[in-house]
């Protein structure tokens, strides 16, 4: 499974749009990018996947170069209640497992 | 808007004795998963079940674990010799059958069990 590097914390303020940019140089042919969110306490949640270019949703946007070496989540308007940690995952699709790194802990101050 | 339940919210048991935490997945899901995340630390991909048998576990789902879908709608995890380092939050997924409308890695987890071993 492709490794994906991401930073460990950031911060931002309300109403900002925040970029968390994850590194997946030896991502495979088959893999899908995929993020998900968790809420101290909580249990992930998904968030958004791609394989190329850009993906939106209600919640996120999910920009994907060319070369697919990296991904970045876009959060637009971040409220306070979007502080959490965002994990980047790099894996075929019905990929029996999810594996989680270490996420990026966003804090979004008021 | 369905969701993955899971029981007890925590359990506190002594070292050596069996704990069995419980899932309800989402009904019309087909593929069920543990993870667990060590307080402070990643979550953790644990065993993966579909068609009543596992399809992949991780070094740390050793032979004190196991898992079971003992009827339709449940799914359970039993350690049967908790240790010490069992400490953690366990989380239940499941997911669908990949369909067009759904994303393929999208997993719906639970709110987790906290297991606390003294």
């Known amino acids: 499974l492709a490794k994906t590097t991401q930073p460990i914390s950031m911060d931002s303020y309300e109403g900002q749009e925040v970029n968390i940019t994850c590194s997946h140089n030896n991502i495979a042919t088959n893999d899908y990018i995929t993020w998900y969110q968790q809420f101290p306490s909580q249990g992930p949640r998904f968030i958004i996947q791609?394989?190329?270019t850009k993906v939106t949703n209600e919640v996120a946007s999910l920009f994907i170069p060319a070369d697919r070496k990296s991904s970045t989540l876009s959060l637009p308007r971040v409220s306070l209640s979007d502080t959490a940690v965002y994990y980047c995952?790099?894996?075929?699709?019905?990929?029996?497992?999810?594996?989680f790194g270490s996420g990026t802990r966003l804090l979004v101050r008021p | 808007e369905p969701e993955v339940t899971q029981t007890p919210s925590h359990q506190v048991t002594q070292m050596g004795q069996e704990v069995i935490l419980r899932c309800v997945p989402i009904s019309n899901h087909l593929y069920f998963y543990w993870y667990r995340q060590i307080l402070g630390q990643k979550v953790e991909f644990l065993v993966s079940?579909?068609?009543?048998?596992?399809?992949?576990k991780s070094e740390i789902f050793d032979d004190q674990f196991s898992v079971e879908r003992p009827d339709g709608s449940n799914f359970t995890l039993k350690i049967r010799s908790t240790k010490l380092e069992d400490s953690a939050m366990y989380f239940c997924a499941s997911r669908e059958k990949t369909s067009g409308s759904r994303s393929y890695n999208e997993q719906f987890f639970g709110p987790g069990t906290r297991l606390t071993v003294l």
């Open positions: 995952l790099v894996g075929p699709h019905s990929s029996y497992k999810l594996i």
């Open positions: 791609g394989y190329k």
């Open positions: 079940f579909y068609n009543n048998e596992i399809s992949e």
